[in-house]
C-alpha cells in the first residue's frame, strides 16, 4: 500500500509506521490526527506535573520526562499490538478459508465462480466474506484478468503466499484443469493452517512469559501513586514554608 506523505506536525510526530498501521487498519486520517493529540495530551500532564515537582526539587523533573516518554511509546506500542493481533486474525480466516474451498475444487464439473457462491454460503459474515463477494463481481466484469484474485489476496490476508495461492487458482481456471494443482494448493493451505497455529500456541506462550512484566508495571502504578501524594505533601510544606 502506497501511502502519501504528509506534513503536519502530527504525522512528523509520529513512528514511521504509525500511519501505515492506520491506513491498513482502514482508519480515518481524523481518527489518526485525534489519536496523535490524546497521546500528546496525556504526555503534557506527566511533564507539567514534572516541571511543577521541579520546583520543590530539580531532579524530580527527570520523573515526568520519564512517565511521558513511557506514556508516548506505550500507548505506540498498545496499537502495534492490536495491529498484529488483527492482521493474524486475518491471515488466519483466509487459511480456513483456502482449507474450505478445495473439497469444493476436487469435486466433478467445479468452477471457480460455482465454488465461491457456494462458499458466500458457507462463510461467516466478516471481512473475508466481503473481500470474496467483491472478487465475484469483478470475475464477472473481468473474467480474463488476474487481477481481482491478487487484490483479494492482499486484502483478505496480505501475505505473499496468500497471493501465489490465488494466482495459482487464476491459472488453474484459466490453463488447466490439473488435479494436482488443486492437491498442491490443499498442500500449501494444510501448511498455512498449521503454521497459525503454532503462531497461537506462540502467542500465549509469550502472554505467560510477560507476566512477571506486567507484575513490573502494577508496581510503576504504586510508585505512581506515591510521587503524587510526596508531591502533595512537599508541596503543602512548600506553600506553608512561604507564607
Known amino acids: ?7 503536519i506536525i502530527w504525522h512528523k510526530l509520529a513512528e514511521k509506521d504509525l500511519y501505515k498501521i492506520f491506513k491498513e487498519l482502514r482508519y480515518t486520517d481524523e481518527m489518526f490526527i485525534k489519536f496523535q493529540k490524546n497521546r500528546f495530551k496525556k ?11 521541579g520546583f520543590i526539587k ?36 483466509f487459511s480456513k478459508f483456502t482449507r474450505m474451498l478445495i473439497p469444493y475444487l476436487l469435486q466433478s464439473n467445479a468452477t471457480l465462480y460455482n465454488v465461491f457462491n457456494k462458499m458466500l454460503i458457507r462463510l461467516e459474515d466478516g471481512y473475508v466474506k466481503s473481500c470474496l463477494e467483491k472478487l465475484i463481481l469483478e470475475m464477472n466484469d473481468n473474467p480474463n484478468s488476474e487481477q481481482p484474485f491478487k487484490e483479494f489476496a ?24 490439473d488435479g494436482s494443482v488443486i492437491t498442491e494448493l490443499g498442500r500449501m493451505a494444510s501448511e498455512q493452517l498449521f503454521n497459525g497455529v503454532d503462531e497461537i500456541i506462540d502467542f500465549k506462550l509469550r502472554k505467560f512469559n510477560m507476566f512477571p512484566t506486567k507484575i513490573t508495571m502494577l508496581s510503576i502504578i504504586i510508585i505512581f501513586g506515591y510521587m503524587i501524594s510526596t508531591f502533595i505533601h512537599l508541596f503543602k510544606d512548600f506553600l506553608l514554608g512561604s507564607a
Open 1 to 7: 500500500m502506497e501511502i502519501k506523505e504528509h506534513k
Open 154 to 177: 492482499l486484502t483478505a490476508s496480505g501475505t505473499d503466499q496468500a497471493v501465489l495461492f490465488m494466482t495459482t487458482l487464476y491459472d488453474y481456471q484459466q490453463n488447466t484443469f
Open 58 to 93: 530539580i531532579q524530580l523533573v527527570l520523573i515526568g520526562v520519564i512517565l511521558a516518554l513511557f506514556q508516548w511509546t506505550s500507548e505506540y506500542k498498545k496499537l502495534k499490538s492490536y495491529y498484529n493481533n488483527s492482521i493474524f486474525k486475518k491471515q488466519l480466516t
Open 43 to 53: 504526555c503534557a500532564l506527566f511533564l507539567i506535573a514534572g516541571f511543577m515537582l
